[in-house]
């Protein structure tokens, strides 16, 4: 029998109703592509004289996850009434992926392994995964996934980050999770969202009708997925109908995969990470990086291709 491969990091996922198969080569080589970027990252960051981020390891899972989502709300700067700015929840997610590479966190989204677009990420196997460190922490999300859920997954990864805890996670809104762990990202991931003080004296007299939803779900510039999470976590629906009601706004959104779009030199930085993709280029360009190493980090082939991109994110 071939060897099992293992996760080199924690396997948090829990799917309702269904085992965790063995991870596959693509989450794998994702993982391993991640780490190799955290690697080069750290050994930047550290030679600039960058000193470890406090925010990484700062809490504990017995903290209060309404004051921990409270701490990163205010070291991110993602209050709600600035959210209100932005014209859709897509922005939303664009700015708070902004915000925590600008606090120190690499965040990379991509829906498939590297830049090989014949190898699609499945998100049924996992939503996401946190590469925690001092220096150089990573969340990665997984740009197959709709949109609508993606925002949840990146402030549930972050509350890993806080925790200084690594781990493969699979946070759904639809179902239950297992884990203890899990259970508190959740938490602090919808608190963090959408504040229960806030929205309980927003909610109407039919909270989870298609109109309310979308009202709530513009107030706060999350989908109406994670607003319905909300109305359910508060008390306001059973189970049963929160699930329904859940099945009902996902068949309304439409499921497209991650990303900024079919431009390459928009999505490639997301891919890869914004601000690694700018350390990477101008390291290079100063000759402290070999151009081929650069490039395999990249996922670049040409050169054209390398000064472009540099360009466009202003180190060029």
Known sequence: MPPVERLPIPDLRTVADRGIREPSP?????????????EWYRDFVRSEGQGPLAFVGSVATADDASLVAGQMRDLLDFQTDERRQYPSWAQALRSLIDKAEAAGVLVMTNGVVGSNTHRPLDPDEFRGFSLADDYAPVVFINGADFKAAQIFTLAHELAHVWLGQSGVSNPGLAHAQDVDLERWCNRVAAEFLVPADSI????????ASASELQRLARLYRVSTLVVLRRVYDLGRLRWDDYRAAYQEQ????????GGDGGNFYNSQPLRVSPQFARALIASTLEGRTLYKDAFRMLGFRKHATFEEMGRRLGVA
């Open 200 to 207: 309980r004296a927003e909610l109407g007299e039919d909270p």
């Open 250 to 257: 996902l068949d309304a959104i439409e499921q497209s995969p």
């Open 26 to 38: 693509d989450l794998l080589d994702t993982i391993t592509i991640c780490t190799q970027r955290q």
